[in-house]
C-alpha cells in the first residue's frame, strides 16, 4: 500500500514560468506590483462642452495628455500596454509596433460629430471600446442656436469668410423672419451643403477644391434634411449687437487689410441679426441654412455664430426651452427655461466644460466623467467572445411567397437561375439534365 501520510511533490516548474512571462511582460508595460490597481478600466462614451477657436482634432489631442495623467484612467493605460507587451512578444525579430505614445497617444479615442472651430457646444468623444459605438450619434437629432447676420454673404457662408455680396436690409423684421422659418425651413426638404465642407468631390474635399482656387468636377447634390424645430428667439435691429468681423491672423495682413476689416466692421454693426434655435436632423449644416434664409427673406445673410446645446442624450446646462413654452415671449427676451423639444427624447447627461478638464484639478471632474462611463459601460457590456447568438432563424411554412414577373419565385437554385433567364452550370447544365430539362435520377439536390 502506498503511504498516504507522504504527497508526492508537485512540480510547479510551468507555474514559474507562467509567473515569469507575466512580470516580463508587466515589467515592459510599466505595470509594477504598486501600478496595479483593482479599480475598473474605465470606457466608454461621454462629452464636453466644445469652446470657440478650438479644433476638435486639437481637443482631442489635448484629451490625451489629460487622461494619460489622470487616476481614473491609469487601469486602461495599464491594460492598453499590457496588451501592446504581448504584441510586441509575438513581433519577428527585427520589426516593432508603431510608439503611438511618442505622438502623444495614448488611448483610443474618437468624436460623434465634428465642430467648425468658430462653433462651440457639444462635443461627443468615445474612449476605448465607446469609440466602436459613435457612428449611431452621427445620425442622432442635434440642437443648435445659431446668430444669422443679414445683409452680408461670404465666400464661406459664415463671418470669418471673405465678402463676396452685400444687400438691403431695410425690409427685414422679425414678422418676415418668422414667416419665413414657418413656411420655408420646417419639415423635410433638401438642402445644398456649402463649398467649405468635408464633402468629397472625386476623392478630395471639397474645401479644398475652394482653398486651391479650383472648379468642383461636379456641383454638390443636394441633400434631405429635416427641421423638428425651428423658432426665433431674438431680432437685433443694427446697432444693438456685438458682432464683429474675424481680426486679420497676423500682423503683414492686419497692416494690409486694415482699411477693408475697418470698413467691414462698420458695416456689420449697421446691419440686423437674429438668434434662432433649430432642432434638426443629421447631414444638415446651418451654414447653408443661413445663407438660404438670407435669400428667402430677399436679402443675403451668412453666419455669425453657432453653439450646438444638444446632441443625442448630452446637452450643455441649461437646456433650451420647446417652441411650445416660448412662443408667446416678445423677440427680445432671449429668456430660457431648461425644458426640451417635444420632437426628441430630452437629453439626461450634462456635458463637462473643456475648460475645467484643462484648468481644474481631476478631483473636479472624476466623478462625473466616471459616472457617465461607468453608466455606459452597464448599458453596453463587453462581448462575450465565447458567446455564440442563437444562429440563422428556420424559415417560417406561412411566410408569403415572393414573386418574380408575375409568377411565383422558383424555390430550388436550378429552377431560380432558369427563370432569371440565366445559364447553368456543372450537374446543373444541359448534360446533367433529362430530356424535360429535369435532373438525373440521383442529381436532386437539397435546398
Same mark, same amino acid.
Given at each position: 500500500?502506498?503511504?498516504?501520510?507522504? &504527497?508526492?511533490?508537485?512540480?510547479?516548474?510551468?507555474e514559474d514560468h507562467v509567473?515569469?512571462?507575466?512580470?516580463?511582460?508587466?515589467? &515592459? =508595460?510599466?505595470?509594477?506590483?504598486?501600478?496595479? !490597481?483593482?479599480?475598473?478600466?474605465?470606457?466608454? *462614451?461621454?462629452?464636453?462642452?466644445?469652446?470657440?477657436?478650438k479644433t476638435t482634432p486639437q481637443i482631442l489631442l489635448d484629451l490625451q495628455s489629460i487622461f494619460a495623467s489622470s487616476t481614473i484612467?491609469?487601469?486602461? &493605460?495599464? @491594460?492598453?500596454? %499590457?496588451?501592446?507587451?504581448e504584441q510586441e512578444s509575438h513581433q519577428p525579430a527585427g520589426q516593432k509596433l508603431k510608439d503611438e505614445e511618442r505622438d502623444g497617444r495614448f488611448f483610443k479615442l474618437g468624436h460623434g460629430g465634428t465642430l467648425?472651430?468658430?462653433? !462651440?457646444? *457639444?462635443? +461627443? *468623444?468615445?474612449?476605448?471600446?465607446?469609440?466602436k459605438h459613435l457612428s449611431k450619434y452621427l445620425d442622432s437629432t442635434k440642437t443648435y442656436e445659431t446668430v444669422v447676420l443679414f445683409g452680408l454673404s461670404t465666400t464661406t457662408y459664415d463671418i470669418e469668410? @471673405?465678402?463676396? =455680396?452685400?444687400?438691403?436690409?431695410?425690409?427685414?423684421? $422679425?414678422?418676415? +423672419?418668422? @414667416?419665413?422659418?414657418?413656411?420655408?425651413?420646417?419639415?423635410?426638404? %433638401?438642402?445644398? #451643403?456649402?463649398?467649405?465642407?468635408?464633402?468629397?468631390?472625386?476623392?478630395?474635399?471639397a *474645401?479644398?477644391?475652394?482653398?486651391?482656387?479650383?472648379? &468642383? $468636377? %461636379?456641383?454638390?447634390?443636394d441633400r434631405e434634411v429635416q427641421v423638428h424645430e425651428c423658432e426665433l428667439l431674438d431680432f437685433m435691429p443694427p446697432g444693438t449687437h456685438?458682432?464683429?468681423? #474675424?481680426? #486679420?491672423?497676423?500682423?503683414?495682413?492686419?497692416?494690409?487689410?486694415?482699411e477693408t476689416h475697418d470698413t467691414i466692421q462698420i458695416a456689420v454693426s449697421s446691419l440686423p441679426a437674429a438668434k434662432i434655435r433649430l432642432t434638426v436632423s443629421s447631414g444638415f449644416y446651418v451654414r447653408s441654412f443661413a445663407h438660404d434664409l438670407g435669400i428667402a427673406c430677399g436679402s443675403v445673410a451668412t453666419m455669425a455664430s453657432l453653439h450646438r446645446s444638444g446632441q443625442a442624450d448630452f446637452y450643455t446646462p441649461p437646456f433650451p426651452s420647446s417652441s411650445s413654452s416660448s412662443s408667446s415671449q416678445p423677440p427680445n427676451d432671449t429668456?430660457?427655461? $431648461?425644458?426640451?423639444?417635444?420632437?426628441? !427624447?430630452?437629453?439626461?447627461?450634462?456635458?463637462i466644460p473643456y475648460e475645467t478638464l484643462t484648468t481644474l484639478d481631476e478631483s473636479e471632474w472624476s466623478s462625473q466623467l466616471s459616472n457617465t462611463l461607468l453608466a455606459w459601460m452597464k448599458q453596453n457590456p463587453p462581448r462575450d467572445n465565447k458567446a455564440r447568438g442563437p444562429g440563422r432563424k428556420a424559415r417560417d411554412k406561412d411566410i408569403v411567397r415572393q414573386r418574380f414577373r408575375g409568377e411565383w419565385l422558383a424555390g430550388t437554385k436550378r429552377e431560380r437561375i432558369l427563370q432569371q433567364g440565366g445559364k447553368v452550370k456543372g450537374r446543373l447544365s444541359k448534360k446533367g439534365r433529362g430530356k424535360n430539362g429535369d435532373l438525373g435520377a440521383g442529381d436532386e439536390r437539397k435546398e
Open positions: 500500500m502506498a503511504n498516504l501520510g507522504v &504527497l508526492p511533490q508537485v512540480n510547479n516548474d510551468h509567473d515569469e512571462a507575466v512580470q516580463t511582460i508587466s515589467s &515592459l =508595460a510599466g505595470i509594477g506590483p504598486s501600478t496595479m !490597481s483593482t479599480e475598473p478600466i474605465l470606457e466608454g *462614451v461621454f462629452a464636453i462642452s466644445k469652446p470657440t477657436t484612467f491609469a487601469p486602461l &493605460l495599464n @491594460d492598453i500596454r %499590457r496588451k501592446r507587451a467648425d472651430p468658430m462653433a !462651440s457646444g *457639444v462635443l +461627443i *468623444v468615445g474612449i476605448g471600446r465607446g469609440t469668410g @471673405d465678402e463676396i =455680396a452685400r444687400a438691403p436690409t431695410t425690409h427685414i423684421t $422679425p414678422e418676415l +423672419i418668422r @414667416d419665413k422659418l414657418t413656411t420655408t425651413f420646417m419639415g423635410t426638404f %433638401r438642402q445644398v #451643403p456649402p463649398i467649405y465642407s468635408g464633402l468629397k468631390v472625386d476623392g478630395m474635399k *474645401v479644398e477644391y475652394a482653398r486651391q482656387g479650383k472648379e &468642383l $468636377p %461636379r456641383n454638390l447634390v456685438d458682432i464683429h468681423y #474675424p481680426p #486679420p491672423q497676423n500682423e503683414q495682413e492686419a497692416n494690409e487689410n486694415r429668456t430660457t427655461t $431648461p425644458t426640451v423639444p417635444t420632437t426628441s !427624447s430630452p437629453p439626461t447627461i450634462p456635458t
